[in-house]
Every structure is written in C-alpha cells, then in structure tokens.
C-alpha cells in the first residue's frame, strides 16, 4: 500500500496542526469494557502488542489468569467490545498453566506460549498439540511471514511447519546452533527479549548493553547477528546532539511496516526522540539533528501530570506521550516528528478521564485508536489528525509530495517550482541527480534515501524516501 509524504519547506507550518482523541461511544459501555477478570492482583489483564499479536482480524484478545493463576483464560470481544460468542464458552476459553506472552494469532487460529493451538472457534487442534513440538520453556516463540513457527532458544534456533512437525528444511532436522554472538550466557550475564520480527529476521532488545545499542538483528537463516544492520549488527540509538546526562529508556516500533523505531531517553530536566531507520541507523531528519526534546511534565488545571516513567506510543508520523499524575490518571501530549508540541483537543496536553488504576495499565495504539487498559477494564479513544486532499496540499504553496515507498520514478508534486533534485544515499553521497519534479529511479536499489529538493526560489528540503 502506499503512502503519501508531505514536505513542509518551512518545519514551523506544521506548529498549529491539532490532533483530536476522543472517547469511542460505540465501544463497550459508552467506551469502556469493564469486568473482565476481577480487580485481584493476579487477574489484571494482559494485552501486550510489542511481545504479540492481540488481534484476530478486528476481533480482540485478552487475557487474565483465573483460579489462582492455575489457569490462563483468553477472552475474545467484537469490535464494539462485546463478548464474542462464537469463541468458546461465551468468548472465553481457559487453557491450564498457560499465560498470553509469545502468544499468536491469526484470522483462523492462535498459538499459546506452549505446544497449543487453537482454532478460531476456542477448540482445540489436537493434531498440533499431538507433534513433534515440544519446546515449552520461556524462550520465545513467533509464526513467520510464511507460516512456519521460530522457536528462539539459548543455544539453539529451531524451526517449525505450520503442523507442529519440524521443518527439515532449517539446519539438521529442523534444529540450527545459535552462533555465540547471539547464544543466551548460561551464567545469566546477558539476558534477551524479542522486540518484533520482519522478513526472517528477529529484532531483540539485550541486557545489559552490547555494542551501540540494547538492540540487534539476528539473522534467522543463519543463526547469527546480522552485521549489515547498524553497526555490527547493534542499531544506532544515540547521536552527539543529546545531551550527555540522557540516558536510554525504551525503544517503541513505528506503525510503518519497515522495521523503524522511536527510541526514548531521559534526564532531569526533559525526555528525548530519535529515531532509528530500517537500516539500524539513526535518521537525522527528525527534530532538530535528529532529536526530539520533549517536556517531562504537564500542568493542567493546576494538577501535574509526568512523563518520566510511561512508554510513548506513535501513530503514523505523531508520537504520542502518556503522563500520570500523583492519583494515576492518565492523559497525552503529541509531538510531531518535526519536534513541534501538536495540541491535543486545542491545548498542548489533554487527560483521558476515567482510566485511573490500582493495579497495572497498558496503553497502545491500533490503527486509528488508542487503547488504555485499567486493571480490568479497557476503554478505547479515537485519534483523528487533520488530513488535507491531495489538491488542497499540491495548492499550498510550501509543501511538496511524493509517494513513498517510490519505485521506478519519483515525481514530485508541488505548486512551487522545482528546480533540481539529488539522492543521496546514507553515506551521504549523491547517487542520483535531476532536473524538475520528475526522476527516473530506476537505476536505484531498493533501500533508504535522502531526498534534497531545491526549488526556483532557493528554498532547500532534505527528506528521507525509500525505493521499494
């Protein structure tokens, strides 16, 4: 599917554009599903999309522990987020000893953390619990882009069909040693969790830090750190321009299907954005030399609200920014990948009323909603970002489009002439030049490129595209 990129010549022009997030009345009661499990400490819910997937088509999973935690109970809802009857018993399905992490799904069954796979009715495919997979410890599990399941051990990748029988195609019957640049150290000095999959490799995030960053690819097909990402395979997180004192918080993947994230640090006084491209490298077009600085706390109505402990969120090219006050209510601030504050409902930090906890919360986004999950309940927000059409934008004057991912030309779309286009590569050096909106790329591999327009007047843009 392609997607449309909007250059904004002046970065100020964007500094007035507004986000709205407002409650989703179709959703549960009034926009909050409530009840599921019970407020106990061992049965808050979990619904955690960085480590799996929680959606079945629209329909959505939960997950609670039940009986003392003896038990793992999947509760599936309707879009509205009514119980979906043709699930189980009444939506739920409760699988003993078994918890949602790793957990997988599809539009016509879902994996447990386990040797379990369930069909889309909640029954049982005891054909797959009855095969050869059985690889029940805490090392993750994932379902690949072609159906096979990955099992990620200490020492050793396996792989499996989609039947649960091993794919002899993957090392000796299906079983492959993990180089000992990414085998797990049996003394526990260095700890690894998986960050999210594309293509076939696994992206993990490590503990302590190795190489430049707490994030590496590993190559599935080879069982090894991929040494073209990044550098030696570690992916830039952090460049000179922050400042000395910020130290790493967390890194969220961006809803772009191309394997960057939004990496977050701290210090006293602000919290900080880079972002790392699909190549493991830091883009330096975001912000100001590729950093964001942020506010660390928000005053509204009096009462401050901080961002110091909270996990951002992103939504197309907006980065989103939980923040709790003192009573554990939360609301959100917005920034553009520009580093410009957007106002949220017409002011620069809006709070989401009623999503106060006790236990544990959980904010995400999917698609164009935002989810909060407290304790047991969940409510759900609809973000809209004010879209121009493409005639309203190709009429203002400053901005230029293009399509992005391009593929064997590149033409721009402007109501400013353009006089000369050059692409660069990551190095830097140009690889291509043109006159005019219109460029044959043709001749470009596929990958990640800087884009410098300039246009008649003088006026210089330099943005970042990539050549699918």
Request: proline share 4%; charged share 15%.
């Amino acid at each position: 599917m392609k997607k449309t990129c909007t250059l904004l010549v002046l970065a100020c022009s964007i500094a007035n554009a507004q986000i709205t997030i407002t409650k989703d009345t179709s959703f549960g009661n009034n926009g909050t599903v409530s009840g599921l499990g019970s407020p106990s400490p061992n049965d808050w819910l979990l619904l955690i999309p960085r480590i799996h997937s929680t959606f079945q088509g629209s329909k959505i999973f939960v997950s609670y522990h039940a009986d003392n935690s003896s038990f793992t109970q999947f509760t599936r809802l309707n879009a509205d987020g009514s119980p979906d009857a043709a699930f189980g018993t009444n939506g739920t399905v409760v699988i003993p000893a078994f918890e949602a992490y790793y957990f997988y799904a599809n539009n016509d069954f879902f994996y447990t953390n386990g040797n379990r796979k369930y069909l889309s009715s909640g029954q049982e495919d005891t054909n797959f619990s009855n095969a050869t997979m059985q690889m029940t410890d805490w090392n993750y599990k994932i379902v690949l882009p072609d159906g096979k399941i990955f099992f990620r051990g200490d020492n050793a990748f396996s792989k499996f069909l989609p039947d649960g029988n091993p794919d002899a195609s993957y090392g000796t019957n299906g079983s492959m040693s993990a180089d000992p640049s990414v085998a797990g150290d049996p003394n526990g000095s260095i700890n690894y969790e998986f960050f999210f999959n594309k293509d076939q490799a696994v992206y993990e995030f490590i503990s302590p830090s190795v190489g430049l960053s707490n994030i590496r690819k590993v190559s599935i097909g080879t069982g090894s750190l991929d040494t073209s990402y990044g550098q030696s395979g570690y992916a830039h997180v952090k460049n000179a321009v922050l400042p000395t004192t910020a130290s790493y918080a967390v890194s969220v993947r961006t809803s772009a299907n191309d394997g960057s994230f939004i990496n977050k640090f701290t210090d006293s006084g602000n919290i900080y954005f880079t972002k790392t491209d699909g190549q493991g490298m830091l883009d330096q077009t975001v912000g100001a030399g590729g950093v964001i600085a942020a506010e660390k706390s928000f005053l509204y109505n009096g009462t401050a609200y901080s961002a110091q402990d909270t996990e951002p969120l992103v939504y197309n090219d907006v980065i989103l920014v939980p923040a709790e006050n003192s009573s554990q209510d939360l609301g959100i601030a917005c920034y553009s990948l520009n580093g410009n504050n957007l106002t949220v409902n017409n002011g620069t930090f809006y709070p989401l009323s009623g999503t106060s906890y006790t236990t544990l919360r959980f904010t995400f986004v999917k698609d164009n909603y935002l989810y909060v999950m407290h304790d047991n309940n969940i409510s759900r927000y609809i973000i809209q970002k004010p879209v121009l059409s493409v005639k309203e934008q190709a009429d203002q004057k400053d901005i230029i489009r293009f399509e992005n991912p391009f593929k064997e030309q590149l033409t721009l779309l402007s109501a400013a002439d353009i006089r000369e286009v050059e692409i660069l590569d990551e190095s830097g050096k140009t690889v291509l030049r043109g006159k005019g909106p219109k460029l044959n790329t043709s001749s470009l591999l596929k990958g990640s490129y800087l884009i410098r327009i300039t246009s008649v007047s003088g006026k210089v843009t330099v943005r970042k595209g990539i050549k699918n």
